[in-house]
């Protein structure tokens, strides 16, 4: 049995070889650009946002056969996504009022934010790894009888880890009300006691570093130009695993109290503002272009055995 497996594993070895040869390995430098979104979960109907994305690297993809090979790269990347929404809302329940008697009144704060914007900037060292499908083209050069365009694709993950990650966050204002459950009643005017419409704030930082997982899916042409460079053409979408900006966030309600106590008590930080947590969920998606310059050694033809010497 040990004998068998032994021979399978050299079969299999010697296989991915001679298949190998068929097909030269590729050197390549690339670069695209694309259009960027926050994709929300749950969706919000006021929230909107966008930006551009851009990377550029070197890569090398090793074929086991002439339709399959596994690709990987290294290169830098950068992105820079405004979002916007319209309105948030919260409740603070159970917050107390002190009577000029001295006895407790309790009420519920609802907070209504509007013009909320965030912007996020990076820079980010990418490492495609991908695997890539395509129609068959012969690597010998000859004009004319040479296939000169076939279909790729390529499908996985990219793993970027960033350098350097930029927030700018605002609120235009900010609009307190007071339910009172005991007298069912409301009071919104009173400004000297945290209720009515304030101005908000701004703020920005850096965000923590950390790793971006992104599953990657690239598709088009695949171009012979000259004897030894293929040109792919084609459009790619990315989709991030992971938002990492979702440590950095803070709750609503979480704000929305601390700005409360500002407009009582003019000793608390007014300028407590980072990137508000307004829904579960954010994924980053890239959908653009791509180019690819590849570099390949062409095979040598074997002599032909009825040439006169």
């Not at 890569?59 to 290169?75: A, I, L």
């Not at 107390?96 to 013009?115: K, R």
């Not at 927030?167 to 400004?191: C, H, R």
């Not at 500002?262 to 000793?267: D, G, L, R, V, W």
Request: net charge positive; hydrophobic share 40%.
């Amino acid at each position: 049995m040990l004998k068998m497996k032994l021979i399978l594993v050299l079969f299999a070895l010697s296989f991915l070889h001679l298949s190998a040869q068929k097909t030269s390995h590729e050197f390549s430098i690339y670069g695209g650009g694309g259009f960027s979104f926050f994709a929300y979960s749950p969706s919000l109907r006021s929230a909107s946002s966008g930006g551009f994305s851009g990377d550029a690297g070197v890569g090398f993809t090793g074929f086991v056969s002439p339709q399959v090979g596994f690709h990987v790269g290294v290169g830098f990347g950068t992105y820079n996504i405004k979002a916007k929404v319209g309105t948030l809302k919260t409740i603070t329940s159970g917050l107390e009022q002190i009577l000029s008697n001295g006895g407790l009144l309790l009420f519920d704060l609802h907070t209504t934010l509007s013009g909320y914007r965030e912007t996020q900037k990076a820079t980010f060292l990418s490492i495609p790894v991908m695997l890539q499908f395509q129609t068959k083209q012969k690597q010998e050069w000859i004009w004319k009888r040479s296939e000169m365009k076939g279909f790729y694709a390529m499908g996985g993950v990219k793993v970027n880890i960033l350098l350097k990650n930029e927030y700018e966050a605002q609120v235009e204002t900010l609009n307190n009300l007071a339910y009172y459950p005991e007298a069912d009643n409301w009071s919104g005017t009173q400004t000297f006691a945290g209720l009515g419409t304030f101005d908000g704030n701004s703020a920005n930082g850096n965000l923590k570093l950390g790793v971006h997982v992104v599953f990657a899916f690239e598709a088009g042409m695949k171009w012979r130009i000259s004897r030894n460079l293929f040109l792919y053409t084609g459009a790619f979408f990315d989709c991030g695993l992971n938002d990492l900006a979702k440590n950095s966030r803070v709750a609503l309600t979480d704000y929305t109290y601390t700005q409360y106590l500002t407009y009582i008590n003019t000793s608390t930080d007014s300028k407590y503002l980072t990137l508000l947590e307004f829904t579960d969920r954010i994924n980053l998606m890239t959908v653009g272009i791509k180019l690819r310059l590849a570099f390949f050694k062409t095979p040598e033809r074997a002599p032909c055995p009825y040439r006169k010497k």
